[in-house]
């Protein structure tokens, strides 16, 4: 994370960012501390004690910055969010660039969510997991899918474009349901969909029916 993202991270959250470098690089620990914690007990208990010795910053350092676990927790996830948009977005903004088919722009544009998605669930599911007890972190989760639902219409129309073709929003957006829905189900994201998934597909062929079933209702 950037020293900008940590401030604007912070600010959402409600706790004012460290400003000397010393403060930045221990809260930075602490924030690594907290990820590696929640990430390897997918969203279960953890107390400020383990945060502080994982992190080799002290209990009251950390106390001098949040009030308790629940901000603690609400300010990483803030920032690791900040980090996963603004990823999916320059991603997104590249992808289907290419002077190919719209097909073929379809499919990347698909491919590059699809991995993202993938890559970032590790850090995404255990928030998801304690987003069902904390309505501010369900509530950031949700923002945070609403932009990347935003972007990924966005990329669809733009491609499109560039075909001198036009869909509906309603369409891409569905499109943009296809998708998620599927990966959602496929991805252990820590919801209960996951455990009702009775076929499981390698990650190629996957994406290859998620392409296919997408193309099919655009009717490209």
Request: charged letters at 25%; a negative charge; proline letters at 2%.
């Amino acid at each position: 994370m950037t020293v900008r993202q940590v401030e604007n991270a912070a600010a959402r959250a409600g706790v004012t960012a460290p400003k000397q470098d010393r403060s930045r690089r221990s809260f930075e620990q602490v924030r690594r501390a907290v990820v590696e914690i929640v990430t390897e007990r997918a969203g279960g208990p953890f107390s400020i004690a383990e945060v502080s010795k994982r992190a080799g910053v002290s209990v009251g350092s950390i106390y001098g910055r949040v009030s308790g676990k629940a901000e603690l927790l609400r300010v990483v996830q803030a920032e690791e969010y900040d980090g996963v948009d603004e990823d999916l977005q320059q991603k997104l903004a590249a992808a289907g660039s290419s002077d190919a088919s719209l097909d073929a722009q379809v499919r990347d544009v698909i491919r590059v969510f699809a991995t993202a998605l993938r890559d970032s669930a590790p850090v995404l599911t255990p928030f998801f997991v304690l987003s069902m007890n904390d309505e501010v972190l369900r509530e950031r989760g949700l923002r945070s899918a609403a932009a990347n639902q935003d972007q990924f219409v966005r990329a669809l129309a733009r491609v499109a474009a560039a075909h001198e073709r036009e869909f509906a929003a309603s369409d891409l957006t569905w499109t943009h349901e296809i998708v998620f829905s599927t990966l959602a189900r496929h991805i252990d994201f820590g919801s209960a969909t996951s455990s009702f998934v009775q076929e499981t597909y390698d990650w190629p062929e996957l994406l290859e029916r998620i392409c296919a079933t997408a193309l099919r209702y655009l009717n490209i």
